[in-house]
């Protein structure tokens, strides 16, 4: 059973800064790429980062997200800097894996954290 659990989502003024992680446990052989998102239509894109080091950003959070991580040790963060009310969301981690050597990768998502970004 994997399992990815978020935390770091708070409430933030605006031009504040916050870090949120996810940690995936469970049976894992291997992560294809780690994303953030956020609550959207479905789920909106925010950044990713694949295998091979490749991050990608939203148009709207260039310049003041960064997205690193560890996929050795299944952790994902994702530093949110120049907060901004429109900002405000419940922000996804969400992972591309395989469970089992030599299989296609599926998507697993956590629960969410929340971020509030509000004077």
């Known amino acids: 059973q994997v399992r990815l659990s978020e935390s770091g989502g708070d409430l933030v003024q605006p031009g504040g800064s916050l870090s949120l992680s996810c940690t995936a446990s469970g049976k894992i052989s291997s992560i294809a790429s780690m994303s953030w998102y956020r609550r959207g239509p479905g789920r909106d894109f925010v950044a990713t980062l694949t295998s091979t080091g490749i991050t990608k950003y939203a148009e709207d959070v260039k310049g003041r997200f960064i997205i690193s991580g560890n996929l050795a040790e299944r952790v994902l963060t994702l530093q949110m800097n120049n907060l901004m009310p429109e900002d405000t969301n419940r922000y996804f981690c969400?992972?591309?894996?395989?469970?089992?050597?030599?299989?296609?990768?599926?998507?697993?998502w956590g629960q969410g954290t929340q971020v509030a970004v509000s004077s």
């Open positions: 969400g992972m591309s894996l395989r469970t089992r050597a030599f299989t296609p990768a599926d998507k697993y």
